[in-house]
């Protein structure tokens, strides 16, 4: 079992940045990959980025690509989000998850744990 606890969401001007953590129970957080997704009012759950478990693969959604950072530090059990250039649709809240697996995951189907969600406000 993994408990997964997001912060670092808020408002934020068009243009502005904002740096997602989502921190993880336990002492194994190695041993899991993990992923952001965003829900917006009235859509789907969609996936955003991941990273496998050493950090040394990710992967993007084409629309956050060369904005959108994912990052980890097993350190601390700790996974990030660095979210620059925002733009109005990038407002959603925002989902960390976790799947005890190698590799790297764009289905929400493909995760076992998921935190509780931060809202993120992108304003024009």
């Known amino acids: 079992q993994v408990q997964l606890v997001e912060s670092g969401g808020g408002l934020v001007q068009a243009g502005g940045s904002l740096r997602l953590s989502c921190t993880a129970s336990?002492?194994?957080?190695?041993?899991?990959?993990m992923g952001w997704f965003r829900q917006a009012p009235g859509k789907e759950r969609e996936f955003v980025a991941t990273?496998?478990?050493?950090?040394?693969?990710?992967y993007y959604i084409d629309s956050v690509k060369g904005r959108f950072t994912i990052s980890r530090d097993n350190a601390k059990n700790t996974v990030y989000l660095q979210m620059n250039s925002l733009k109005p649709e990038d407002t959603a809240v925002y989902y960390c998850?976790?799947?005890?697996?190698?590799?790297?995951?764009?289905?929400?189907?493909?995760?076992?744990?998921w935190g509780q969600g931060t809202q993120v406000t992108v304003f024009s």
């Open positions: 998850a976790a799947v005890r697996r190698d590799g790297t995951y764009s289905r929400p189907i493909s995760y076992d744990y």
């Open positions: 336990g002492r194994t957080f190695s041993s899991y990959a």
């Open positions: 990273i496998n478990r050493n950090g040394g693969n990710t």
